[in-house]
């Protein structure tokens, strides 16, 4: 199985505050080939890593407390973010773990043991932010360890152009068209993901893994599962479809690839 990659989503977010470098470092440690990351922006336009629209579900005040009302990352600025607490939330051993920029995440893993995931949440971003967002990613001349996660094809074709040399993930609705499409513009270099059936991907409204249509997607290129938390689903998604990756939450560790 050493050609298997396991990848850490947000980092090992189950024992260390996701999106945090402490969760990145410690994903690298345990040997996760991917580490999976989300973006968003700050007042003053400056990328970092968040997944959600909103602070108040990962940081916290210096003094512990929770904030009540709703707040933006983009109401806040980076010195305001900076000020945050974003390690609490996870326990008191993790007290005065900030939140990252992303120039600052690219930095610390550019010698890991690791590829970099930039999550879709990216398409979400105004012309001027992605701009800042591919612009910071160029900037730190690492573009072999970095791929993008595409959910739409015109986001796609843009990164693939723009980032040659850069894996292109994608985990859009996967039609014959889009899949002859996304081979065509970057033919070896492409995962799809396709989302198995449980507890975590209960949100999802689209098809899940099964057997056939694993087959299908796999005579377009590699395929990765998201997202798994038992053995029994890393066996199947390995035995039964055929996955070259499959993404955790931190459940799975790496060393485990050895029982299946």
């Given at each position: 199985m050493s050609e298997f990659k396991f990848q850490a989503h947000r980092g090992d977010s189950v024992s260390y505050p996701e999106n945090t470098l402490v969760s990145y470092l410690a994903a690298v440690e345990q040997g996760y080939k991917i580490v999976e990351m989300d973006c968003k922006f700050t007042k003053d336009n400056v990328c970092i890593m968040l997944h959600d629209g909103t602070i108040n579900r990962t940081c916290r005040r210096d003094d512990g407390s929770a904030f009540e009302e709703k707040i933006a990352s983009t109401a806040l600025t980076l010195a305001e973010i900076k000020a945050?607490?974003?390690?609490?939330?996870?326990?008191?051993q993790f007290r005065g773990v900030r939140i990252p920029t992303l120039a600052e995440t690219l930095e610390t893993l550019r010698n890991a043991d690791a590829d970099i995931k930039l999550d879709n949440v990216f398409q979400s971003f105004n012309e001027e932010q992605f701009e800042i967002f591919c612009e910071t990613v160029k900037a730190a001349d690492m573009e072999?360890?970095?791929g993008f996660t595409c959910k739409t094809l015109p986001y796609f074709d843009w990164l693939a152009k723009k980032f040659?040399?850069?894996?292109m993930h994608y985990d859009g609705l996967m039609t014959k068209e889009a899949l002859e499409h996304t081979r065509a513009v970057a033919e070896g270099r492409v995962t799809y993901w396709i989302p198995y059936e449980n507890k975590s991907t209960a949100w999802f409204k689209g098809r899940f893994a099964d057997p056939e249509f694993c087959a299908e997607v796999r005579k377009y290129g590699n395929i990765g599962i998201w997202t798994i938390?038992?053995?029994?689903?890393?066996?199947?998604?390995?035995?039964?479809f055929g996955a070259v990756a499959a993404e955790t939450n931190g459940q799975l560790k790496p060393y485990m690839l050895a029982d299946i």
């Open positions: 945050l607490d974003a390690g609490l939330f996870k326990g008191e072999e360890k970095v040659p040399r850069a894996h938390g038992t053995m029994e689903e890393l066996s199947e998604s390995v035995k039964v």
